[in-house]
């Protein structure tokens, strides 16, 4: 494919991008950097193709994968605490799992000066029975979580919050009280590892809960 000197300058950065696509997917900002070097690799070829100016193909790629490489990170979050939870609850005998909630985020387009509505991942949690913690199933389920809430903070590059709850003793006052707090680095990120006694937790399970601050607004 012969590009025009112009477009092929713009193409350059992009093929490097999508040389280190698997580094730079683990951050928000490298996955819309990344988006924006597939559409501008896209936008290219789509303009030679039809005989349009490949340069401004490229750029026009590049400003549409950039809000769309965002989104599918945003979207894969989503996507991966369902299949994490799902598959504790699945694996560990009594174990339960809340639906994943999301948030509505603005997100503004800098170049398009557009605004959409993005699903961001918000909380989930999961009741693990007491008497399985020890068992193999119930140590593999932790590690999983362990291992979303690490990966969502470092490709966020932000702090997710990791709470594990326990209910009272029985005869103890039912208020919600922070026995333990931590701050564990992940990547980019860290992962606030929080321990409570919650009279909401059902008596025998222990509960687990992973939770992101969204900004409701943000510029890509």
Do not use: W
Request: aromatic letters at 2%; a positive charge.
């Amino acid at each position: 494919m012969n590009l025009r000197p112009a477009a092929l300058a713009l193409c350059l950065p992009a093929a490097a991008l999508l040389q280190a696509g698997c580094a730079e997917l683990n951050t928000k900002t490298g996955s819309t950097a990344l988006g924006a070097a597939i559409g501008c690799v896209a936008g290219a070829a789509t303009a030679k193709l039809t005989k349009n100016d490949a340069a401004l193909g490229c750029a026009a790629g590049a400003v549409v994968g950039g809000a769309v490489g965002y989104m599918r990170a945003r979207n894969l979050e989503v996507e991966e605490a369902k299949t994490a939870t799902n598959q504790v609850a699945a694996d560990v005998p009594g174990a339960k799992a809340t639906p994943v909630q999301t948030q509505s985020i603005q997100v503004l387009d800098k170049q398009t000066k557009k605004t959409e509505t993005v699903q961001a991942f918000r909380t989930v949690s999961v009741d693990i029975p007491l008497n399985q913690l020890d068992t193999n199933e119930g140590k593999a389920a932790m590690r999983k979580l362990e291992a979303y809430a690490a990966k969502t903070a470092d490709t966020r590059a932000d702090t997710i919050e990791f709470q594990v709850a326990n209910p009272p003793a029985r005869g103890a006052r039912a208020v919600k009280v922070t026995q333990k707090e931590s701050i564990e680095v992940a990547g980019k990120g860290k992962v606030k590892r929080v321990e409570v006694i919650d009279p909401q937790v059902p008596a025998g399970f222990q509960r687990v809960t992973i939770e992101a601050k969204n900004q409701s607004h943000i510029e890509v």
